[in-house]
């Protein structure tokens, strides 16, 4: 087995993790690849461009939905802080990076 699938299978277990066999195709991993949120590639662990999409359009969408209130959007606010608080939480997890 090669040593990336060995390192998955690290992270996959660290995290109570299971692969579907009927699901899960491990091959070649030089392009990277997106999982749950994130972008794992030989270069390190980013956020997927997928996530950084739709965290975009949930804010735009609660911004818009608040414009009339007087101290701008609470809802805004908790969203982006929550989600900030998912990121780091998860990604320092697997990665020193995300810690500080």
Request: with cysteine; glycine share 8%.
């Amino acid at each position: 087995m090669p040593l990336e699938h060995c390192l998955l299978n690290e992270i996959f277990d660290e995290l109570g993790l299971e692969k579907h066999p009927d699901k899960t195709d491990m091959g070649r991993i030089e392009k990277g690849f997106d999982f749950l949120g994130f972008h794992f590639s030989p270069e390190g662990l980013s956020l997927a461009e997928k996530t950084i999409e739709k965290f975009l359009a949930r804010t735009v969408r609660l911004y818009e939905q608040e414009q009339g209130e007087p101290f701008g959007s609470p809802l805004l606010g908790l969203y982006a802080r929550r989600w900030v608080k998912w990121v780091r939480g998860i990604a320092s997890e697997i990665s020193p990076a995300f810690r500080e």
